[in-house]
């Protein structure tokens, strides 16, 4: 029994009749008879009642009909898939992120993913920062990261698609409330909520930097591993944060954000294995490519 004796009997049967079953299979009409006589002979029932003038199906061709229409569709929708897995327009992209890119950087990128890869599945894994995400790359666990350059592992390719400012945040009660602006020096006295200093986070040390260049150390009262709980920390009155521009498209009740004069800024890039030759990784770049996602002339 061959696969194409069920589309000669799917035509035969929504035609009901022979010689214009063949004449849509492009062939003649003696070897599709003799094909559905041995398609019968195989099944032992009769699939169509003949008479001179019409073909119907019977009672067991009707069963048939609809279990072969199914399977049809099934193999059809198959060969669908494995051409869009082929062309890179289907299958599952694994990507990691930092907490705060979770908050500008993820809605965006899903939602080109969604418009122009629709058979995509996004598998999303947050909260990890660039060491974990070199890690995760280079063991094959994510396809994609956004992280925070610089990225020290061998064998990743990076390109920047963002680049943003600290910003403090503080509870909605602080004395800096009412400022339209902080100065880092005014945060001299503050207890800090910071990522963990042995976490390898970009941010981290950029605060440290910031903080030494105003003239003093920041004092770190809570180490956090995920943005989400610095925030959380800052609502709850036990210090302030200084954290990526980003954090701002996710309002936080109890949280104000500051602009910080002169701050440094924080690079976003993003980063795949440079061996990654998968259809799915190339059709993904190009699609960001085409979007403007990449940062023009940034290093």
Request: aromatic content about 6%; hydrophobic content about 45%.
């Amino acid at each position: 029994m061959e696969l194409k004796h069920f589309r000669y009997f799917v035509a035969v049967a929504e035609t009901r009749h022979f010689g214009k079953a063949a004449e849509r299979l492009h062939m003649a009409q003696p070897p599709l008879s003799q094909a559905i006589r041995r398609l019968e002979t195989e099944l032992g029932v009769e699939l169509f009642t003949r008479t001179t003038r019409q073909v119907t199906l019977t009672g067991a061709g009707e069963v048939f009909r609809t279990d072969v229409q199914r399977i049809l569709k099934a193999v059809d929708d198959a060969v669908a898939r494995v051409g869009r897995f082929t062309s890179g327009t289907e299958g599952v992209l694994r990507i990691g992120l930092t907490g705060s890119a979770s908050y500008r950087q993820l809605p965006s990128l899903a939602r080109l993913v969604k418009l122009e890869m629709p058979h995509v599945l996004l598998e999303v894994h947050t909260e990890m920062l660039t060491p974990a995400q070199e890690k995760g790359l280079a063991e094959r666990r994510i396809d994609v990261g956004v992280l925070r350059p610089p990225v020290r592992e061998d064998g990743i390719t990076h390109r920047p698609i963002a680049a943003e400012p600290l910003v403090a945040a503080v509870p909605a009660e602080h004395w800096l409330a009412g400022a339209g602006s902080v100065r880092v020096e005014q945060l001299r006295h503050e207890n800090f909520i910071m990522y963990g200093a042995t976490l390898g986070s970009v941010v981290h040390d950029l605060v440290v930097r910031s903080c030494l260049a105003a003239g003093f150390a920041p004092h770190c009262a809570y180490e956090v591993t995920e943005t989400s709980a610095a925030l959380a920390l800052v609502a709850a009155g036990l210090g302030v944060a200084v954290l990526p521009d980003s954090i701002r498209s996710a309002p936080r009740e109890g949280v104000l954000c500051k602009e910080i004069e002169g701050a440094l800024s924080v690079r976003l890039d993003l980063a795949w294995r440079t061996d990654d030759t998968s259809p799915l990784l190339r059709n993904l770049l190009k699609v960001l490519e085409r979007n403007d996602i990449f940062l023009e002339g940034a290093a």
